[in-house]
């Protein structure tokens, strides 16, 4: 089983199970369901991950640009919780913005910066270890392990 915390809801929903999608904002909820709302194997919580209690739940949790939303001090909650919410082997997929400055337009949403590899394995060393990783342009998405162009950077990580 599959947990997705929102903006993955296209490429995760698996035919055969319901896939949660969680999300503490209401509107891009909506959103989503306007353009996934044929997808009836998906199900959407309105809730903050600090809060989600799930234990051994999940194969796989894919967090696609989601921990910059929340404060540095924050995230060994998170990744506790994402911790606890997958089953033995599990493993989390997840992206963020590849150094991202801390400049006005940046602020309004995200809450940490300056994100880079060393910066990645200071933050889960408690509860994953990294597995991949792969770099993303702005533009296309499209993966790369080259790293020449770095707008985002996706980890695939395993329970330690």
């Known amino acids: 089983m599959y947990l997705e915390t929102l903006l993955a809801t296209p490429v995760i929903a698996n035919k055969n199970q319901i896939t949660p999608v969680i999300s503490d904002a209401l509107t891009t909820i909506e959103e989503v369901k306007k353009r996934y709302g044929n997808q009836n194997k998906v199900s959407f919580y309105n809730k903050n991950l600090l809060d989600i209690d799930f234990e051994n739940k999940f194969d796989l949790i894919v967090s696609f640009e989601t921990v910059e939303h929340f404060e540095e001090e924050e995230i060994d909650r998170l990744m506790g919780n994402f911790y606890r919410a997958l089953k033995p082997n599990g493993s989390l997929l997840f992206s963020t913005p590849y150094n991202q400055e801390k400049i006005p337009a940046s602020m309004k949403w995200h809450k940490t910066f300056y994100i880079v590899e060393e910066k990645i394995n200071d933050l889960i060393k408690n509860h994953f270890k990294i597995e991949k990783t792969w770099y993303q342009d702005y533009h ?21």
Do not use: R
Not at 140 to 160: D, Q, R, Y
């Open 140 to 160: 296309s998405h499209t993966p790369n392990e080259e790293g020449l162009i770095k707008h985002f950077i996706v980890c695939k990580a395993t329970k330690l």
